[in-house]
């Protein structure tokens, strides 16, 4: 087996390398960035009825969603309690109201108080389904984020990954905390490799229905679908440009994979490298002017970056014999990667030059696919650390491992960008 590229050894050779999965080990650590305590008391209910929740109350949803934005520490009490939330210096906390609603709906008030002088700082109203309450709550921590930290939060935003369903591997989507779970593909023949498309209303991703890895672009919303770039017979490794929407992807012509970036729209390609060597796991820079890709023109898979116009190629990591699927953080900062360690895969990151590496996961099985969340604080990936591959999300410190997918065997995730209106609120606010 050609080591460097399973993926490609996989196309060329045989499907079952492609059944090969995806994992990520993670140390349960403790964070090395600062966060914020913050209560979260219940939310107040109809008295004398019941409420029939489809998984966990609004309260439950805060707190999920404030813990995973690694942002905060939770601190939760049954009721407002002034003395506990000021012994564990939560200068704010967060609760609710819930009513009755017209047409069998609820009105879903949340707030964010001071805790020392009870000062409403936020709030907001929503009137929902049942059903749609864990949106709403998502919506509402979002700008509870925003309001306390000035960032954008996650909440709101959602993951596509790779799921094994009666024993087929299908694209499923989901919120970013694997809820609502919904399956997209329902072919007979493996998908795989899904990222968003700009606008998040559609998933591109790798289809065998003709017995050749080929990129597919499918609507989210309708489910109608169309094949990309049919002038190749193999094309693989999509990366959505974070700007123009364009899809960087590895394409094998003449027995050797190379990069090629085109439109979704117009089918346009171009060709990016011109090496000996095979390309692919391309990511763009998050300002689009430039590309991390993996490798093997140095003997051995490495990560390697170079100008979006495919100039200036330069080999970005060097510790390791085994460093692939890179992917740049939105923060411009870092990338995170998988590196080979004695036979297993662990998630590394390191600066944009390549120093200063740190090592995410360690004596948990295998890991790989690691995907940054918009804001660059959290990595979503898969590991097989209980026994089969699953989703996980951690802070970009490898501290917080909290598990999103509870059945099946789960890989690949990929984070969605920001909603449009957050994408336009934050460009304004650069300007």
């Excluded at 090395?32 to 209910?45: A, N, R, S």
């Excluded at 109608?224 to 990366?239: D, G, I, Y």
């Excluded at 093997?296 to 085994?322: E, H, K, L």
Aim: proline content about 5%; glycine content about 6%; aromatic content about 10%.
């Amino acid at each position: 087996m050609n080591k460097l590229f399973p993926f490609v050894f996989f196309l060329s050779m045989a499907i079952q390398v492609f059944a090969s999965i995806d994992t990520i080990a993670v140390d349960v650590g403790i964070s090395v960035f600062k966060t914020m305590p913050i209560g979260v008391v219940p939310f107040t209910e109809p008295s004398g009825t019941s409420l029939d929740w489809p998984d966990e109350k609004p309260h439950e949803v805060a707190e999920r969603d404030l813990n995973l934005s690694g942002r905060f520490e939770i601190i939760s009490v049954p009721k407002f309690d002034l003395v506990k939330l000021s012994r564990a210096r939560a200068k704010f906390y967060v609760t609710g109201k819930i009513e009755k609603a017209l047409n069998n709906k609820i009105k879903i008030d949340c707030f964010l108080y001071a805790t020392q002088s009870k000062d409403l700082i936020l709030g907001e109203s929503y009137t929902v389904s049942l059903m749609d309450s864990r949106k709403a709550v998502h919506e509402f921590i979002d700008k509870v984020i925003y309001q306390l930290w000035g960032v954008h939060g996650v909440a709101s935003t959602k993951l596509a990954w790779v799921s094994k369903i009666d024993g087929v591997k299908q694209i499923v989507v989901a919120d970013y905390d694997g809820f609502h779970r919904r399956q997209l593909t329902f072919d007979s023949t493996i998908s795989m490799m899904p990222v968003w498309s700009h606008d998040n209303e559609r998933i591109i991703f790798v289809s065998f229905r003709n017995n050749k890895p080929q990129l597919y672009i499918k609507d989210v919303a309708t489910g109608t679908q169309k094949r990309l770039f049919k002038k190749f017979e193999q094309t693989f490794s999509p990366a959505v440009n974070p700007k123009t929407g364009e899809i960087l992807f590895s394409a094998i012509t003449d027995g050797k994979t190379d990069l090629y970036v085109g439109d979704p729209e117009t089918q346009k390609s171009r060709r990016l490298s011109f090496l000996k060597s095979s390309q692919t796991s391309p990511s763009w820079s998050p300002n689009s002017s430039e590309i991390i890709f993996t490798s093997d023109r140095g003997g051995s898979p490495q990560i390697y970056v170079m100008n979006s116009d495919g100039t200036d190629m330069r080999r970005m990591t060097f510790m390791g014999r085994y460093n692939e699927r890179a992917s740049w953080a939105p923060t411009g900062d870092r990338i995170v990667y998988t590196s080979m360690d004695d036979g297993k895969m662990n998630i590394y990151t390191c600066a944009i030059d390549g120093s200063d590496i740190v090592q995410l996961t360690s004596n948990s099985g295998n890991n790989e696919r690691p995907s940054w969340s918009p804001d660059g604080m959290l990595i979503a990936f898969s590991s097989n650390r209980s026994g089969s591959n699953q989703i996980y999300i951690m802070r970009r410190d490898g501290s917080n491992v909290t598990r999103i997918t509870q059945g099946g065997e789960n890989t690949a995730p990929t984070w969605s960008w920001y909603p449009i209106h957050k994408q336009t609120k934050h460009k304004e606010g650069k300007e």
